[in-house]
Each structure stands twice: as structure tokens, then as C-alpha cells.
């Protein structure tokens, strides 16, 4: 199995790119936003703990998300592998995930960061709040401090990602074909994704 990081700040690209990439390198898209906007939106009481933290742009408690990915790691089989979507967040959360993967034979083969500029990032999301519904879409205060959090808190993991050998920045900016063929150039040097076509 082979397991990318998809990476970068909130509006990089990460969910649009990671539905495009799971369908072509049969790999299982996991998004813990996904997740949790399904936890706020079935009104369980996990989702109804987890929606103010959300609707602020902060980050939900790491003993959440890694127990959320934790079940969906231990519950899929057959696939060619991981792609990770907001996934880990925190230098805690990569360190979790490491030891999950690890104690499964698997690890962290790539991590892709999406590098695009903050204007552009801005851009993207105030569009979205049009139709998307999310909270945290709806108030700029909330974007800037969704990038905020991003730099302080998640950035930290590129660092450590780098270390390990792993880190692949792409330029994020640009039509969404053109950033799939970048980040696709990359993933295809893993020779045990099954290609398809397209
Ligand atoms: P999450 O759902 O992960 O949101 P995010 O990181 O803020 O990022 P987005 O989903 O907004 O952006 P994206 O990079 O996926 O871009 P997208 O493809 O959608 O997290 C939400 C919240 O949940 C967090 O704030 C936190 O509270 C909590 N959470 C989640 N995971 C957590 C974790 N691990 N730990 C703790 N808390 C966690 O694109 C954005 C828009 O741009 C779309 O409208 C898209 O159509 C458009 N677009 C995409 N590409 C292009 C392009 N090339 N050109 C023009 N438009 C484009
Ligand atoms: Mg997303």
C-alpha cells in the first residue's frame, strides 16, 4: 500500500484535487472536515460538541480526528492505499499517525503540499460561501483565522515531514487540470499505485 498527504491551508485545493486523485490512483480519500460536517450534520453529539470549534475555524481536539481515522484505517481493506485530506493537522496528530500506519506494516510515503497565495486562498473560499453552506466560509474573520491556525499549528508539520525525506511541495495556483497533471506527475513515481486512465 502507499499513503500520500494531500497538504495545504484552508482553500489550497486539497478536497478538489483529493476526489479527482482517489478515483485515478485507486486510493481511499480520507477528509476528517468531511467527517466532522457529517458528524454537525447527523446531530450526533460528537457533531453537536465539534460545530462551534468548527465554526470558529479552530481545530477540534486531536484525540477526535485520529480516533475518527483510526476506524476508517482499521475498517478498509483491498484498497492500493491512503490519501489523507486535512489529516494530520498538528505535529501530534502526524506522530499518531506515523504509529497507526507503522504498527500495520504501512507508513507516510509522500506528503504533497499545495502552495498557493493567500489573496488567491481568500479568493477561493469568500466564492464558496455562495453555495457551500459551511459556517466557516461565511465570515472573513474566520478565513483569516483558519490561515492563522494553519501557520501555527499545522504548518510545523512540513518541517517534520521534510526531515523524514518526505515533504514534495506543488504550486497550487493555477486551473484545477493543470494542478491535478502536477500532482499526478509526482504520485506516479510510486510504481504500486495502479494507474488508470484519464
Ligand atoms: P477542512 O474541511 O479540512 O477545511 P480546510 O482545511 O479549512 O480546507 P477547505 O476544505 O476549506 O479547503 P480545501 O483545501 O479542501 O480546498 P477545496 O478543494 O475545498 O476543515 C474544516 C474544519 O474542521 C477545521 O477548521 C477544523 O475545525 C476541523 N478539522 C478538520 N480536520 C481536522 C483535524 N485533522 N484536526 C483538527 N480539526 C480538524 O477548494 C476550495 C474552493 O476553491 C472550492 O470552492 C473549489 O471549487 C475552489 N477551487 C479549488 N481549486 C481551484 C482552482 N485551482 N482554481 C479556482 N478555484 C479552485
Ligand atoms: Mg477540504
Redesign the pocket.
Known amino acids: 500500500m502507499v499513503n500520500f498527504l494531500i497538504f ?1 491551508p ?8 483529493s476526489v479527482k486523485l482517489a478515483e485515478k490512483f485507486n486510493l481511499v480519500h480520507l ?4 467527517m ?2 457529517a458528524e454537525v450534520a447527523a446531530g450526533t453529539e460528537l457533531g453537536k460538541r465539534m460545530s462551534s ?2 465554526s470558529k ?4 481536539p ?1 484525540e477526535v ?1 485520529i480516533e475518527m481515522i483510526a476506524v476508517r484505517v482499521d475498517n478498509t481493506k483491498d484498497s492500493a492505499g491512503f490519501l489523507f ?6 505535529v501530534a ?1 502526524t506522530v499518531a499517525l506515523e504509529k497507526m500506519l507503522n504498527k500495520r506494516g504501512m507508513r507516510i510515503d509522500l506528503m504533497l503540499v499545495l502552495d498557493v497565495d493567500h489573496d488567491e486562498l481568500v479568493s ?2 469568500v ?2 460561501a455562495e453555495q ?1 453552506g459551511r459556517p ?1 466560509d461565511k465570515d472573513p474573520a474566520v478565513i483569516e483565522n ?1 490561515i492563522d491556525v494553519y501557520k501555527s499549528k499545522t504548518e510545523p508539520i512540513i518541517a517534520y515531514c521534510r526531515d523524514r525525506g518526505i515533504y514534495q511541495p506543488v504550486n497550487g495556483m ?3 487540470q493543470d ?1 491535478f497533471n502536477r500532482l499526478c506527475d509526482q504520485m506516479k513515481n510510486y510504481p504500486q499505485t495502479p494507474l488508470k486512465g484519464g
Open positions: 495545504g484552508p482553500g489550497s485545493g486539497k478536497g478538489t484535487q477528509s476528517t472536515g468531511d466532522l460536517r470549534i468548527m475555524g479552530e481545530l477540534v486531536d480526528v485530506d486535512g489529516f494530520p493537522r498538528t496528530q477561493r473560499l466564492a464558496r457551500s466557516d483558519r493555477g486551473s484545477i494542478i
